[in-house]
């Protein structure tokens, strides 16, 4: 029998066998001492326990009220500790697509969920050599005003979700009214300065019992964010020596259409079905970004500016139930997600990769890339006691399957044979597929009257790669009635992606990044990278330990530190795999393929601290240090983020309805890369080394609850009007918008 089936199977047995011991014991009883009844102690599920971990953040609908978003969650997920925003690589390539990044693991590690469902849309997009995606993320798919609470999972709590969640995980919760409700909301933001874009917002909701057990709601958005003028960071690159064929463009602009609509039967006290429709499309306005550079004085990049250069197209259709049980609870669902990739096609090949052909501006050429994930889960957490503990039993099983149909990116010919890799383009198969299977056991045990124990179980086998198993342990152990230490250890994975593990997606780097010995006349030495289907998926052993402290006077606050070993960590190839020769020249060209980096580390400090000065008088602060972020192999952090992140807010409710909110964050030196990929040596230079400097924002907001239901905010970001601009050096890879003035009023009747 072979490993995995052998693996699946006993996993399986074990599964059974716990459940045949759990019922044998006694769950939940009564025990009766004369004529008084005493109750077992209530123990919560481990998903419960780990969500009190020290990792664990919440957003909750008031919060996005008090500092509300612009267009996209990222903007106030990244306040919380640990977080920040990153492009997908150090290059600083597609700076300005920055997303949620947890603890320094990089946004291809933050996995997005909504409602506990899995978001996987930007897989959708191209991964160029060093993981650049021309993508948004995931973040921006749910309007604010439709969210309840947002769940920020970090570290070891994050293990039990499976592939994708090494970094951490984003639980986006909408909100399900259970009585006739509608709600209209308006925004706008106005920047001061008029090279930055503006942004509208318009979001309806409506909620109504059809009958006595069945619910409806919808909500439909639009929202519009003009791009930032093509010439936004001239000035700033002329000045730092750069010319204007290397200017990097701001940010671009997008335009949000969603709709979903969710109808909740209730069939039975305690069991409650939900089917759901969603459908959104995000367009762009483009920048003028070219991956590379901007050639901003281009009739090409000057003529595509503010006109949509690509669509993203995102339908999901889920059934999910819950039930509530004598034994205990349940969750089950089944989503299927499609995601519709339209855009005018970029090119593949050195220097100009990633910038839209000219073939594609003159004839107006799109071309769409899809993408189908159907996944599944079903969990029980059912309570109960052995051997004199009280403990909550969850036992759960998923899987995720993923198919893409991709003939825009394996355009790329090959001058000769590469082993495994079709030669002509046209005769590749555009179509690859992934399947993973999960199963997992957690519990969560209260070992006595101090000490509380979460361990936790999951195998995981793919098609691709086979089998991982990922085992963790939590535990909260109660020093005195205030303060708690907490402690955490678990083995994330993620597996490798789609175009990472097809053999026939190809791009050539023209020379960049393995060899000084390009000659554009004869493509010499021409230097080619294609996928590997023998990846192993990337893992990391993330440990945690902290103290949390609980007062009756309001105070709360939290230390935690943190280090992550990475492993098998995905890149682009440093490692030449062989040669062939083109038959029609002679000339020789090397490949490289995707390939598992030995060893990466990060490590850094967490701490928030939250104070109720008076009733009507609230301050919090939270701060995250970075120790370190390191690839062994090259020396490089694996993404870039600032040496330390400071938030701290203060909310004063001046009346009942009046509550002013002014913030600030506080973001230190970002390192930059220390190498240049664009030599076979891969040395440092002067620019590759350039940190972005320390700086700080500041915000107020201002709320007004009327009493017929409407709530007015309005407020000022950036009130100092730090502005910083990107000019592709070091880690001055993105733009900090100046000061904005925004308005929202939202009715609820």
Not at 379 to 402: C, Q, V
Request: glycine share 8%; net charge negative.
């Amino acid at each position: 029998m072979p490993l995995s089936s052998r693996l699946a199977t006993s996993t399986a047995l074990s599964l059974l066998m716990s459940v045949g011991i759990f019922t044998g014991v006694a769950v939940a009883q009564e025990a009766s001492v004369g004529d008084e009844t005493t109750l077992d102690t209530i123990v919560i599920s481990a998903e419960q326990q780990t969500k009190q971990s020290l990792g664990v953040s919440v957003i909750s609908a008031e919060n996005l009220e008090t500092t509300p978003v612009v267009n996209d969650i990222s903007e106030i997920v990244r306040k919380m500790p640990g977080v920040n925003l990153t492009g997908n690589t150090t290059t600083g390539q597609r700076g300005n697509q920055r997303q949620i990044d947890i603890r320094g693991m990089g946004p291809e590690n933050t996995l997005i969920l909504i409602d506990g469902k899995p978001v996987n849309s930007r897989n959708a997009v191209r991964m160029g050599r060093m993981g650049e995606r021309d993508t948004r993320g995931d973040s921006q798919w749910v309007a604010p005003e439709l969210i309840e609470r947002i769940e920020v999972i970090r570290g070891p709590a994050a293990a039990r979700y499976g592939s994708g969640a090494a970094g951490g995980v984003v639980n986006i919760i909408t909100k399900r009214p259970e009585t006739a409700m509608g709600q209209v909301a308006l925004r706008y933001n106005a920047p001061q300065h008029s090279d930055e874009g503006e942004t509208r917002r318009v979001n309806l909701m409506y909620a109504l019992p059809l009958t006595q057990n069945l619910h409806a709601r919808f909500n439909a958005n639009w929202n519009k964010t003009d791009p930032d003028a093509i010439d936004i960071n001239k000035k700033a690159t002329l000045e730092e020596g750069g010319t204007e064929a290397t200017v990097p463009a701001g940010r671009e602009g997008v335009e949000n259409k969603d709709f979903d609509a969710l109808l909740t039967w209730e069939p039975v006290d305690g069991q409650s079905i939900d089917f759901e429709f969603a459908f959104s499309r995000q367009g762009n306005r483009y920048a003028g970004d070219t991956q590379n550079s901007n050639l901003i004085t281009e009739d090409r990049i000057q003529n595509l500016y503010g006109k949509e250069t690509n669509k993203m197209y995102r339908q999901t259709f889920g059934v999910t139930h819950r039930g509530d049980y004598a034994f205990g609870e349940s969750f089950s669902y089944l989503q299927f997600e499609r995601t519709r990739n339209t855009r005018m096609p970029e090119g593949t090949a050195g220097g100009p990769e990633g910038s839209i052909t000219q073939d594609s501006y003159d004839n107006s050429v799109f071309k769409t890339i899809k993408l189908d994930n159907l996944s599944g889960k079903t969990e029980w957490t059912m309570p109960g006691n052995i051997g004199g503990k009280h403990l909550s039993l969850t036992l759960g099983a998923d899987f995720r399957y993923e198919k893409m149909d991709d003939a825009v990116s394996n355009t790329q010919s090959i001058p000769g044979i590469i082993p495994g890799t079709t030669t002509d383009p046209d005769s590749r198969d555009s179509t690859t597929d992934q399947t993973l299977l999960g199963l997992y056991a957690e519990s969560n045990i209260v070992w006595n009257d101090a000490l509380t124990l979460t361990p936790a179980l999951r195998l995981d086998h793919a098609d691709t790669f086979g089998d991982n198993i990922s085992p963790s342990l939590n535990a909260t152990y109660q020093l005195n009635d205030n303060w708690q230490m907490k402690a955490g250890i678990a083995r994330a994975f993620k597996a490798p992606n789609l175009y990472q593990l097809n053999p026939n997606y190809v791009y050539t780097s023209m020379g960049n990044g393995c060899t000084n010995e390009y000659d554009s006349a004869t493509q010499a030495r021409q230097c080619f990278i294609i996928g590997n289907a023998d990846l192993k998926p990337e893992t990391s052993v993330n440990t945690e330990i902290g103290v949390a402290y609980d007062s009756l006077n309001g105070t709360n606050a939290t230390f935690t530190a943190f280090h992550n070993n990475f492993r098998n960590y995905i890149m682009g190839g440093l490692t030449e795999v062989g040669t062939f020769v083109n038959p029609s020249t002679g000339l020789e060209h090397r490949y490289y393929k995707w390939e598992n980096v030995p060893r990466a580390k990060i490590s850094g400090l967490e701490a928030s601290f939250s104070q109720e000065l008076r009733e009507d008088l609230r301050f919090a602060v939270n701060a995250t240090y970075m120790i370190q972020s390191k690839n062994e192999t090259t020396g490089d952090p694996l993404s870039l983020i600032p040496k330390y992140t400071i938030n701290a807010s203060v909310d004063w409710m001046v009346t009942e309805q009046f509550t002013v909110t002014p913030s600030a964050s506080f973001y230190g030196k970002t390192k930059a890369r220390t190498t240049n990929w664009s030599n076979p040596e891969r040395d440092p230079t002067g620019t590759d080394l350039e940190p972005r400097d320390p700086y700080a924002i500041a915000n107020i907001n201002l709320k007004y609850d009327f009493a017929n239901g409407a709530t007015l905010i309005g407020g000022v970001t950036n009130l100092f009007d730090e502005r910083l601009e990107r000019t592709g050096n070091g880690a001055n890879t993105y733009n900090e918008p100046g000061r904005a003035f925004y308005i929202g009023i939202t009715k609820t009747f």
